[in-house]
């Protein structure tokens, strides 16, 4: 017990002290910031909002499934994590918005965001969790989570 206790403390210290992401404070048009993914953290900049939303909402929940379940059971027509109720509900919408029919085509459209990668802010995507980001001029520019950027102070 006390063993949990000092890691949960210990974890608590580490979100005091965390760096804030674009979902939580302004990251606007034109601003320099700093990618988050990585080992841990694995997120995917796309062509499209709805894309970034799509592929990433897939990524994040069979991270979730294999934690807590140890599977994640892969559908073999979508490539999507089997969902049930408002998941897969949300799972569908996602997928209709993205206008493709699997992960494999959506994630074509993508590529996998490197950690601490400098680049700047093209659109803040007001009123979305989506942001667009890439380097003037853009060799490459694509949409991915707030929460995978945090402002480059």
Not at 28 to 47: A, Q
Not at 86 to 107: C, F, H, M, Q, Y
Request: hydrophobic residues 40%.
């Amino acid at each position: 017990m006390k063993k949990f206790f000092i890691a949960a403390l210990a974890a608590l210290a580490l979100q005091a002290h965390a760096v804030e992401n674009c979902s939580k404070v302004a990251c606007s048009s034109g601003s320099r910031v700093l990618t988050k993914g990585g080992p841990v953290d694995i997120y995917y900049g796309c062509e499209s909002p709805a894309q970034a939303e799509y592929v990433n909402f897939v990524v994040l929940m069979i991270g979730v499934l294999v934690a807590t379940k140890g599977t994640s059971n892969i559908s073999p027509t979508t490539g999507e994590p089997g969902l049930a109720g408002d998941d897969k509900v949300l799972l569908d919408r996602l997928r209709a918005k993205a206008s493709v029919a699997t992960v494999g085509e959506a994630i074509a459209h993508c590529t996998r965001v490197q950690k601490n990668a400098l680049a700047t802010v093209f659109d803040a995507g007001p009123g979305s969790s989506m942001m667009k980001i890439g380097d003037p001029p853009p060799k490459r520019a694509y949409w991915l989570p707030k929460d995978a950027v945090q402002p480059a102070n």
